[in-house]
Structures are given as C-alpha cells and as structure tokens.
C-alpha cells in the first residue's frame, strides 16, 4: 500500500513538473514575459511610478491573455490506402476462417458470391483507389468483413445447435440465407456507388474538353 502511495504521488509531481515545463515554453509565457520586459522597461524609464510592480504583472498578463493558444495536434489516424491494406489482411483472415465452417449449399454459394464481390474491391489497382476515395464505403466493407459476415456464419453455427435440440420455427439455415442476401445487396449498392463516381469523372472530362474545344 505504502509503495502504491508513493509511486501515485511521484506520478502526480511529474506531470506537474511536465506541465509547468509545458507552460514555460508556451507562447502565452513568451508573451506575458516580453510584455512583462516592456513593463521592466517603463519602470526603468520612470513612467511606472511607485506601483511598477503591478504595471510588470499587468502587462505580463495582458500579453499571456492575448497571445494564441497552443495548438495541439490532431491524431494520426491511417491513411485510407493504408486501411485498405489492413482491411486485406482481415480479410484473408476471415476468407481461412470461413474454408473451416461447414455451411448449407445455398448459403455457402451466396457466401462465395460475395467473398468474390469484396475480393475484386479489395484488389489492389485503380478500383481500390477509387474506394479508398470514399471513406463511407471503406467503412461499409470494413463492416462486412470485420463484423457483418462472421457474426452470420457464428449465430448460424449457435443456432443450428439449439435447433437440434429443440426443432420448430425458421431455420437457422433460413435466416443465413437471408442475411447473406442482405449483404450481397449492400455490396451491389456500394458498387454502384463506386461506378457513378467514375461516370461522374468521365462526364466531367467530356464536359471540359467539349468547352475547351468551343473555346
């Protein structure tokens, strides 16, 4: 207990000191003490009277008050090409995962479908450019793979389990089916999303050089 005392007090006098240290090199203090200078030099040239000592600390103030905030410095999240190639890694993670499940024909099919539809997104190329362009669907496919597909293939797995114990209701076989259709959807979406935003940039394109020629 004595130890654990004493390593929080000299936790709490190094971030003081770090922060008193901070505060010295701030530009508040640079510019409280070079107004505090200024004030050094009035009191020097007789201007400040007998009450220099609140004319230094007032104008100490005034140049801390005035002075800009630091700046603190944002977070260094990745780059979306760098998520990208994390976002590669989870999914060949999920793709090891999903050659040792056992699933029903049709759900496993559909499954293959759409391992195939992330597959081509994720191949690295000027479509993954186009994608790591868009942060929204980087988050979508980042969901799917990370989260999405494999909470199907387990709550299938869970479920199938107390069916057999306790047969009745739609079954589990069902309702993959219908997830992974779901799913296949959204990636359909996303695609499409994807492609007008070239077709936008081949208009565009068209649109400038159809003007610089009328020009």
Not at 34 to 44: F, P
Not at 101 to 128: C, H, I, N, R, S
Not at 192 to 210: D, F, I, P, S
């Amino acid at each position: 207990m004595a130890t654990s005392r004493s390593s929080s007090r000299s936790g709490r006098t190094a971030s003081a000191g770090r922060r008193a240290l901070a505060y010295l090199e701030s530009k508040k203090n640079l510019a409280g003490c070079a107004c505090g200078v200024a004030g050094v030099g009035l009191t020097l040239a007789g201007a400040a009277g007998a009450y220099w000592p609140l004319v230094v600390a007032g104008l100490y103030g005034a140049g801390a008050l005035i002075a800009p905030p630091e700046r603190v410095s944002t977070p260094d999240f990745p780059e979306p090409a760098e998520q990208l190639g994390l976002l590669r890694d989870d999914f060949a993670r999920l793709r090891a995962y999903l050659t040792e499940v056992e699933l029903p024909p049709a759900a496993g099919g559909k499954l293959t479908e759409l391992t195939q539809f992330y597959e081509a997104l994720l191949d690295p190329g000027w479509a993954a450019d186009v994608l790591a362009a868009d942060p929204e669907s980087v988050h979508i496919l980042s969901r799917a793979i990370r989260q999405d597909v494999p909470e199907c293939v387990d709550t299938y797995h869970r479920a199938r389990w107390w069916t057999r114990l306790q047969p009745g209701g739609e079954s589990p076989e069902r309702h993959l089916e219908r997830q992974l259709a779901v799913l296949f959807d959204e990636a359909e979406r996303l695609t499409a999303g994807l492609r007008e935003v070239e077709a936008r940039r081949q208009q565009t394109h068209t649109t400038y050089l159809e003007d610089r020629g009328r020009s």
